[in-house]
């Protein structure tokens, strides 16, 4: 893992800072393209400084997490296929190494948004445990559906060509860089077929209003989540054999 990370910057001047510099750059253009616009949509936090600086930095933080995680997903077994090929090597090792990889850049990000937190007096407080649940059942939606999908990969080459695209549609089709009560009525009905959208609302409820979030909420990604782990293990486990003879 740790080889990984110092491979991917090991000819990069300037080192792991770019593994912080694409959400930071995100969540400056977000923040001063529409922190004006939609500030008068987050009622409740209107004396809270920084309050939509806060939301979105809690919606674009994990989810650069879920998307960097599923797109290396993606190719982690056309990638690796010469250690696939080795009968010796646990092949289950390559998603978990891609997660923990992940972390990394994820942990770095984060740390800054808590210094952020601490420095403007918005800490969370207690809340702030409930994050342990939140990013272990993200993480475990990931692996299942990107186990899935890079395993799919390896025999339609267009499915991560296709994931990519996906992801930039489904970004914006959730409430990250907008607020839910900005969209009209018809369409926040919508929103509860998004899966994601509970699991960004859960972060932005712990951060911004320093509550625990409504964890009944996220039952239905609960089961999805199981879905996917099962149908992604499964998948693989099927089709072990047949993936090195495509490698």
Known sequence: ??????????????????????????????????????????????????AFSIYLCAGVITWSLFAEMLGRLNNVFLEHGNLIKKSSFPRICLPAIVALSALINFAIVFGLYLIFLAIIGHWPGWALLALLPLLALQLLFTLGLGIFLGTLNVFFRDVGQLTGVVLQFWFWLTPIVYTLPALPEKIRGIMAYNPMHALMAAYQTLFLAREMPDFSSLLPFALLTVGFLLLGARFFLARVGELVDEL
């Open 1 to 50: 893992m740790l080889r990984e990370f110092n491979g991917k910057y090991r000819e990069s001047l300037l080192g792991a800072f770019w593994s912080v510099a694409n959400p930071l750059a995100m969540i400056l253009i977000y923040t001063v393209i529409f922190g004006q616009l939609m500030r008068p949509t987050l009622p409740g936090h209107e004396h809270v400084p920084f």
